[in-house]
């Protein structure tokens, strides 16, 4: 409703110059229009007037010349006898005549009347004009409208008409003047609403065409407005989208100054699939928008903004120092770390930033693949933080390449190893099961540890394919073990990705026809961290398989007592940590691991210690109330034909 509301009133702003334009047109055009229509009227009327003056004049000097039978006496010596004089003066009161004239040939004023009185003028003036209408023979008509100043009438005619004798020869002029103000005034009373309707019709004629006009074009405009906005700006953040990000950076890094740093920094937010996974999608997308106005708040005007794909952001930030640059980074993660609320949600995550100080000659595609180094190098130090590139990131990218090659020819070619560390009964030292753990060989006979392919098969998914693998191999060696030896095999949490992993265990069980019950699945704490519901309905599935499932590698993690009750677990797995302690501080690790056993057993789990290296552990172990050891003490991992050459019966090693 908001934007709704917002919208209406960008359109209304947007169209308001437009529409300023239109009126403002229109009301020139209206002006121009009405001064038009009057002065067309007045020069209609004044044509009219003087049309009728000439027919007037011509009527009046025909009557006159027939009232008047020595008419041409009258014009050559201007005198006038009694009679004639009456005639006169009724033809004047008649024609509403208010001064009246008569020239001879020669253009001299021979008579007039001036204001009703008759009289002959003591000087005889001549009339150029009164001659020239005795030359042509056409009469002369002048229509005027009076000044203000004057005092004549308000519209008024001067005409020279020609007058004939009774042969038809012009025998003088007859001059008229006569007031028309009625008459105009009654045709400007008949015309004047024209002069204002016109005018009205005309703006009206022009403004709702041009309006619609002005308002189909801005809806245009608008349209044109959000497709380019569209293409330019990823629609869910307000962020530029990959491409426009992409150009404007290069276009900065293209345009910068000598000696100019351009920082690029390259982030995503923790967990944020467990954010969309557990809030739901609608929830992701809105956190994603906070996310976007934090970084678009938090940089100067001059910077840029993209979102990259998914929760990935690339900020690029022209002309900038490493404290600078620092600062806004610092301040990013601060806001990042407040509690985000929607809907009645609330979560609280992070981003994790890495950033290259992009020095003059480097190209945007090296910087931003330095940032991205550093992000990489953010998330696996802790996330929630701040790194900026450095170079050995570069040999570390090189050689998770190179384990990530090895890891699929090895995949390919079959060359990854399981063994086996026997797991064993405190009392008598016999194997009860034996732990599968993975080894990869590269082809120049190096021996890359679990603990670093592991996280890269974790992060390109290959994951899925080994843990299946080793789970298969694992258990093929198992069937050849005493029915009373378990066998343990670990599961990473990314194999909890795929929805399917209970049925393809399901599946491998049957089809090599293993016996449930001798199977343990060891998992760590991070697993537990991700979407609870789904998590805890396949650890049930597993259980329901009839396998049994132990919680790794206890203690280095955040220990939640809550995971514990939740879950259910069948096995507690003390991590080797605690005997590493012990090694320095003997009687505090002692009471830890003692508390833990406790803690263990209390809630109805068997507890495995890991790390049993020296006999020493062993015999503070006695006093504990264990229910398994494993250590190198009790057996090192072994290769799948060792332990097929293990004389059961003789197999207690302590
Ligand atoms: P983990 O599951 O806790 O396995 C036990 C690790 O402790 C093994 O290291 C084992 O060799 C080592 N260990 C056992 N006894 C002793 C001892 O007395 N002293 C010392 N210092 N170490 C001992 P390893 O084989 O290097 O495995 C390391 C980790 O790699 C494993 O820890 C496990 O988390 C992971 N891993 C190994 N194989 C697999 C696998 O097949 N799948 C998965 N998902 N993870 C595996
Ligand atoms: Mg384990
Ligand atoms: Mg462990």
Redo the contacts with the bound molecule.
């Keep these: 409703m908001k934007n709704r509301r917002l919208s209406d009133l960008c359109f209304l702003r947007s169209v308001a110059p437009g529409v300023t334009l239109s009126v403002l047109l229109v009301c020139v055009m209206t002006g121009v229009i009405s001064y038009g229509v009057h002065r067309l009227i007045d020069f209609a009327i004044s044509t009219t007037i003087k049309n009728e003056a000439i027919q007037e004049t011509s009527k009046w000097a025909k009557y006159f010349n027939a009232t008047s039978p020595d008419l041409a006496r009258m014009m050559a010596d201007g005198k006038l006898t009694q009679e004639q004089n009456n005639i006169v003066q009724a033809a004047i009161d008649y024609n509403n005549v208010y001064s009246f004239m008569l020239f001879d040939l020669q253009g001299q004023l021979n008579f007039g009347s001036d204001e009703g009185v008759l009289e002959s003028p003591e000087d005889q003036a001549f009339s150029q004009e009164a001659l020239n209408v005795v030359h042509s023979g056409e009469p002369s008509v002048i229509v005027t409208k009076r000044q203000s100043y004057s005092t004549l009438p308000d519209f008024f005619v001067e005409a020279l008409v020609p007058a004939y004798g009774t042969d038809q020869q012009i025998i003088g002029v007859i001059y008229l003047f006569m007031d028309k103000s009625d008459k105009a005034a009654l045709f400007h009373q008949f015309l004047n609403w024209l002069g204002y309707l016109l005018p009205i019709l005309c703006a009206l004629l022009y403004s709702i065409p041009s309006l619609a006009f002005v308002l189909k074009r801005e809806q245009a405009n608008a349209k044109a407005r959000r497709v380019n906005h569209l293409s330019r700006f990823d629609h869910l953040t307000g962020a530029l989208n990959r491409h426009t990000m992409s150009a404007e950076a290069k276009m900065r890094f293209t345009q910068r100054r000598a000696a100019e740093n351009i920082g690029v920094m390259f982030l995503d937010i923790d967990n944020f699939k467990a954010v969309n996974d557990e809030s739901g999608h609608e929830f992701g997308d809105a956190y994603l928008h906070n996310i976007a106005s934090i970084l678009m708040g938090t940089v100067r005007s001059t910077d840029l903004v993209g979102r990259m794909g998914g929760d990935e952001f690339v900020v690029a930030l022209p002309n900038i120092d490493r404290e600078e640059l620092e600062r806004i980074g610092i301040r990013m993660l601060s806001a990042a770390r407040k509690p985000f609320e929607y809907k009645g949600r609330t979560i609280k995550s992070s981003i994790s930033i890495g950033y290259r100080l992009s020095p003059q000659g480097e190209t945007p595609q090296t910087a931003l693949h330095c940032a991205d180094l550093a992000l990489y190098h953010a998330k696996s130090n802790g996330r929630d933080s701040l790194v900026e590139y450095f170079p050995e990131l570069d040999m570390a990218l090189n050689r998770r390449r190179d384990i990530e090659a090895t890891m699929e020819s090895a995949l390919a070619t079959d060359r990854f190893e ?2 086996f ?1 026997p797991i064993t009964e405190p009392k008598d030292g016999s194997i009860i099961g034996f ?5 990869l060989t590269s082809e120049s006979g190096e021996k890359i ?3 670093e392919f ?1 996280p890269v098969a974790e992060e390109t998914g290959m ?1 899925h394919e ?2 299946l693998q ?1 789970l298969r191999n694992a258990l093929k060696t198992a069937l050849n073990w005493p029915s009373g030896v378990f066998l343990s ?4 949490a990314r ?1 909890f990705d795929r929805d399917d992993l209970v049925e393809q265990i399901s599946t491998i069980l049957t089809e090599l026809n293993y016996p449930a019950h001798r199977l343990e699945f ?1 998992i ?1 704490e991070s697993l537990l961290m991700e979407d609870e519901e789904r998590i805890s309905e396949m650890l049930a599935d597993l259980r329901h398989l009839g396998v049994s499932i132990a919680m ?2 206890f203690g280095t993690g955040y220990s939640s007592l809550g995971y514990l009750w939740k879950y259910s677990f069948d096995k507690l ?1 003390i ?2 940590v605690f ?2 302690g012990y090694d320095f501080d003997g009687e505090r690790y002692r009471e830890i691991i003692e508390t833990i056993v406790v803690l263990g057993r209390k809630m109805g789990m068997e507890v495995t210690i ?4 020296e006999k020493r552990h062993a015999d503070m172990l006695k006093s504990l109330d264990c229910d398994q050891y ?4 009790f057996g ?2 072994m290769a799948a034909h060792e332990t097929l050459s293990i004389s059961w019966d003789q197999s207690k090693t302590a």
Excluded: Y
Excluded at 435 to 439: G, V
Excluded at 489 to 492: A, K, P, R, Y
């Design positions: 399981t063994v560390q732990e599968a753990l993975l080894r540890p679990p603990t592991i994951i080994i843990g080793v095999v670990n599961l990473s194999q060891e760590t790794d590698d797995k991590d080797k005997l590493e890991e790390g049993v290296e494993q250590g190198f003490l090192k991992p």
